[in-house]
T-cell receptor
Framework: EPEVTQTPSHQVTQMGQEVILRCVPISNHLYFYWYRQILGQKVEFLVSFYNNEISEKSEIFDDQFSVERPDGSNFTLKIRSTKLEDSAMYFC?????????????FGPGTRLLVL | AQKITQTQPGMFVQEKEAVTLDCTYDTSDPSYGLFWYKQPSSGEMIFLIYQGSYDQQNATEGRYSLNFQKARKSANLVISASQLGDSAMYFCAMSPRGGGYQKVTFGTGTKLQVIP
């Protein structure tokens, strides 16, 4: 069964450093998303992406964040200058218009720890 | 804006028994989808079941069923014949329908523990 994959599974970085989180969405999906989950809290929407541009972004998704689809398979989230409060699980998700409810399928997540 | 409320932070259930996890929602969208996701301790987010707001019948997927009561704005998840592997966090979620790229709004989750 096709699935969303994410790398790395864990990332530790120093405050102020840049990180890039990578995702490979399900191959025939056209809509891509990033969410984050701070430890013990609920999942929060960051950004949606379609047709090579951002469709919607939350107030969390400020200028330190960017997304890119550098090729036909990868979808990346870049955090330019990490802060302590960026420590969280980051989930990539993808969906297709022809799936019931346009259900979003999530990857296994990347645990980011900012020291 | 959409809002999901899960009032049960934690639940216990005996193995092989059925359990209901509560979810209420609020939205002004005329058409929407309701979802349940499972998050085991390993952290991944696993899609379980979907219910469309205009679906006439309650959704079922194996041991999972969604008790959808539109007038009451509730979308409770029923897990039948609980197994030890069902121990996890369960999130109720919703999104507007249409447009393809709609963000999902999550509840705070219910931690289910299945007791042998």
């Amino acid at each position: 069964e096709p699935e969303v994959t994410q790398t790395p599974s864990h990332q530790v970085t120093q405050m102020g450093q840049e990180v890039i989180l990578r995702c490979v969405p399900i191959s025939n999906h056209l809509y891509f998303y990033w969410y984050r989950q701070i430890l013990g809290q609920k999942v929060e929407f960051l950004v949606s992406f379609y047709n090579n541009e951002i469709s919607e972004k939350s107030e969390i998704f400020d200028d330190q964040f960017s997304v890119e689809r550098p090729d036909g398979s990868n979808f990346t989230l870049k955090i330019r200058s990490t802060k302590l409060e960026d420590s969280a699980m980051y989930f990539c998700a993808s969906s297709a218009w022809d799936v019931p409810g346009e259900t979003q399928y999530f990857g296994p997540g990347t645990r980011l720890l900012v020291l | 804006a959409q809002k999901i409320t899960q009032t049960q932070p934690g639940m216990f259930v005996q193995e092989k028994e059925a359990v209901t996890l509560d979810c209420t929602y609020d939205t002004s969208d005329p058409s929407y989808g309701l979802f349940w996701y499972k998050q085991p301790s390993s952290g991944e987010m696993i899609f379980l079941i979907y219910q469309g707001s205009y679906d006439q019948q309650n959704a079922t997927e194996g041991r999972y069923s969604l008790n959808f009561q539109k007038a009451r704005k509730s979308a409770n998840l029923v897990i039948s014949a609980s197994q030890l592997g069902d121990s996890a966090m369960y999130f109720c979620a919703m999104s507007p329908r249409g447009g393809g790229y709609q963000k999902v709004t999550f509840g705070t989750g219910t931690k289910l523990q299945v007791i042998p």
